[in-house]
């Protein structure tokens, strides 16, 4: 599979979102908690609380929609300012409670519009990443589908940071870099393979963790194993004290780029 | 002046100024455009205003240097990791030559400076980006220069100014840039747990995954006048809802009157307001007893 092969598995719309891997891992143990206290509820990032296995666990995802009606309730994945706060609200609640923090990355970016800009979309995306840091709890992200630029960031804060095999991540998309670099946007492909946005590229680059292999819907067994990786990872880092957590976390970012005195 | 002239019309004594007195000759490169009212302007009146056009204002583009001369006292500034330079890591096409024709546009080696400089005396860790060098875009080594100077700000128990000046994330060097986003908030994080002041100053354009990390980040966030502070750039907003944007949209004035920026400062006042509010965060106070 081409590098644009992938990027086109990433968006296909017969993929799982999140929503669905909620549903598989948390069963009828999620309940789900809605707005950011200040503006709005957004649809495009759902959150809430749940059980993984033994374990309380906050989980919010990116939710692009599962068909035509859903993807418009839901502005196809792309968040609004007070998504990514509700977003954080849930993750300081988190922490409060001292509950691991699970986050499922599927979005083409942060949405580009009037309202986004006027409600402060550069400032929502950079809070979170700055209060992310320094959460003293676990947090873990999984890219399940696209990871479109600081859009999706903004959610991967993490200790770790997983992909499924089909999923991409990238600071631009392979369009928007082909019509910068080229002014033609047809040749995408070739930016999708400069872009080095693979799951094994990223995973060569040092940027994640971990590439997973992408569940279908109906196999409960895959998910299992999901669940048990997700909570073997989150009791290893509830044992390890916040603060030494956070510091870590930033160690994990400080390293990428690092240059030598 | 004889009393034939003091008697005359004063619209006359005006005509006859004209016709009697040549205009000095000034040769072209002496003068520059402004480009809001189209003024000409003498570039060396230019300078002394500290790049504002005396007609409108309009507050003309500094790079990283001319910024640092702007606020610091003469001779205090110390850079910090002059000799980092970025390299072609994920061997993208074309980007080792753009690289080095930034660095002979610029004369620098990256798209920011940082280092320490006295402001009235108050030592200031100071950043400043450079739309000279591919358009201020932040790389790997943008990132990590920034995380330095938070770092040394830190240790050191120092307040930081940043002039942000960007395009977003550079592109040619991939993921590894968007990464920076999140390793300079970390880095703002913990000079902000060490209850330490960081003051942004955003320029014309601040945009992208700089808006979207340290540029928004500040204790206390002041803007140039008019200076473009978005995190999509209004092309892009326009392509993807396909209607225009009203007038002024993004603008420093814009984005205060929506609650993101604290003030609007023009340049000819910023060193007093950044001296007045490190004197008001206690920096300083130990020079004046």
Redesign the interface.
């Known amino acids: 599979m081409s590098a644009f092969d992938k990027v086109a598995a990433a968006r296909s719309t017969k993929k799982l979102t999140s929503v669905d891997y909620i549903n598989a891992l948390f069963g009828e143990s999620f309940i789900e908690l809605h707005g950011d206290r200040n503006y709005a509820d957004d649809k495009a990032v759902v959150g809430g609380v749940g059980m993984l296995n033994n374990i309380p666990v906050t989980v919010i995802g990116l939710e692009k929609g599962r068909n035509t009606f859903e993807r418009m309730e839901r502005n196809f994945g792309a968040a609004h300012p007070e998504g990514y706060r509700k977003a954080l609200r849930l993750m300081k609640q988190a922490e409060k409670f001292h509950r691991p923090i699970l986050t499922f990355v599927d979005t083409s970016g942060?949405f580009?519009?009037?309202g986004?800009?006027?409600?402060?979309?550069?400032?929502a995306?950079?809070?979170n990443?700055?209060?992310m840091?320094?959460l003293k709890t676990p947090v873990l992200s999984v890219f399940i589908g696209e990871g479109g630029?600081?859009g999706a960031?903004?959610l991967a804060?993490a200790d770790e940071v997983w992909m499924m095999e089909n999923a991409v991540?990238?600071?631009?998309s392979p369009e928007g870099?082909a019509s910068?670099?080229w002014k033609d946007s047809s040749k995408a492909a070739e930016a999708a393979e400069?872009?080095?946005?693979t799951a094994k590229d990223?995973f060569e680059?040092g940027?994640i963790e971990r590439i997973l292999r992408e569940p279908v819907a109906g196999e409960q067994k895959m998910f299992e194993s999901l669940k048990l990786l997700i909570c073997r990872t989150f009791e290893k880092n509830l044992a390890v004290d916040g603060a030494e957590l956070a510091l870590r976390?930033?160690n994990r970012?400080?390293k990428?780029?690092?240059?030598e005195? | 002046m004889d009393l034939f002239t003091f008697i005359k019309p004063k619209n006359e004594l005006e005509k006859s100024n004209e016709t009697d007195v040549k205009k000095p000759y000034v040769p072209d490169e002496m003068w520059e455009k402004c480009p809001e009212c189209g003024t000409l302007l003498l570039t060396t009146d230019i300078e002394e205003n500290l790049r504002v056009c005396s007609k409108c204002n309009h507050h003309f583009r500094l790079n990283a240097r001319e910024r640092v001369e702007m606020i610091a006292d003469n001779d205090t500034f110390v850079e910090m990791d002059k000799e980092l330079e970025s390299v072609n890591i994920l061997d993208f096409p074309g980007y080792d030559e753009k690289l080095e024709k930034s660095k002979k546009v610029s004369g620098e080696h990256e798209s920011v400076i940082c280092g320490t400089c006295k402001l009235d005396g108050i030592e200031t860790v100071i950043v400043s980006m450079n739309s000279e060098f591919m358009m201020g875009s932040m790389g790997t080594v943008t990132g990590d220069k920034i995380t330095r100077a938070f770092e040394y700000a830190t240790e050191n128990s120092l307040p930081i100014v940043v002039f942000t000046v960007s395009g977003g994330a550079r592109m040619q060097e991939g993921i590894l840039s968007l990464m920076q986003m999140a390793k300079t908030s970390g880095a703002v994080k913990l000079h902000s747990d060490a209850g330490l002041l960081y003051i942004t100053v955003l320029t014309d354009p601040t945009s992208g995954g700089v808006t979207a990390s340290f540029a928004m980040e500040g204790d206390i966030i002041l803007a140039e006048p008019k200076a473009l502070i978005a995190f999509a750039g209004p092309r892009v907003i326009e392509q993807t809802i396909r209607q225009k944007l009203p007038k002024d949209f993004q603008t420093a004035e814009f984005v205060q009157q929506k609650g993101f920026v604290d003030k609007v400062v023009d340049r000819r006042h910023l060193k007093k307001t950044l001296v007045n509010l490190l004197k008001i965060h206690n920096y300083g106070e130990v020079e004046a007893q």
């Open positions: 942060a580009c519009g009037i986004a800009e006027e409600r402060g979309q550069g400032q995306i950079a809070n990443l700055m209060e840091m320094a630029s600081g960031i903004a804060v991540y990238s600071v631009i870099c910068i670099l400069c872009l080095k946005l990223l680059l940027v976390r930033y970012f400080r990428i780029g690092r240059q005195p």
